[in-house]
């Protein structure tokens, strides 16, 4: 895998994610489509298994910096960990079912997007919860959370859906190795 053109295409995803926010806000409830995940999703799909793992710990820690929560006494506290590990559980689903996906079809991508970032926004929740059940310095309410993440990570299936077709035509400069058996064990 080519790191400099995974982390070239992160930084874009990432910059299009924060510079889009107030235009793809879904309403004041805070629901956003996400263009990380989809290019977590290309990568799970198509990567060899420790460097997907290293890409979903890299981009959660990077959106656990960029995605701070609101302090009771008005500030923000940034918390390293919650997005990186649902983004390695949402990983590690998609590389259990990968040898039985259809990979260059961009409705695979938006279905595998809409699951991993279900499954790491999930996650996600469970941790902010659970960190604040002795502890309430943060602005917290589960049940808001659970609600606008499971709206966002349906959005996230249109960004899946465009960003697949960049993806595709891009794939090839990612330097993907072929070993990854499909469902019928031949490789691609």
């Known amino acids: 895998m080519n790191w400099i053109v995974f982390i070239l295409i992160a930084w874009l995803c990432f910059g299009l994610e924060l510079a889009l926010l107030p235009v793809f806000d879904a309403g004041s409830g805070g629901v956003h489509p996400s263009m990380v995940v989809p290019l977590l999703v290309f990568i799970a799909m198509n990567a060899p298994r420790k460097p997907t793992l290293w890409c979903a710990i890299l981009l959660g820690v990077v959106m656990d910096l960029l995605a701070p929560i609101a302090a009771v006494d008005g500030g923000t506290i940034t918390i390293i960990g919650p997005h990186a590990l649902g983004y390695l559980l949402g990983v590690h689903f998609v590389m259990a079912v990968r040898g039985m996906l259809i990979r260059r079809n961009p409705l695979t991508m938006v279905v595998m997007s809409i699951l991993v970032m279900l499954i790491a926004q ?67």
């Open 122 to 188: 999930i996650v996600v929740v469970a941790v902010f919860t659970a960190r604040g059940i002795g502890d309430s310095s943060i602005v917290w309410d589960a049940g808001t959370q659970l609600q606008q993440r499971v709206f966002s990570s349906l959005y996230t299936g249109i960004s899946a859906l465009l960003l697949s077709f960049l993806f595709f035509a891009i794939g090839p400069f990612f330097g993907f190795a072929s070993t990854v058996p499909t469902r019928f064990a031949r490789h691609i």
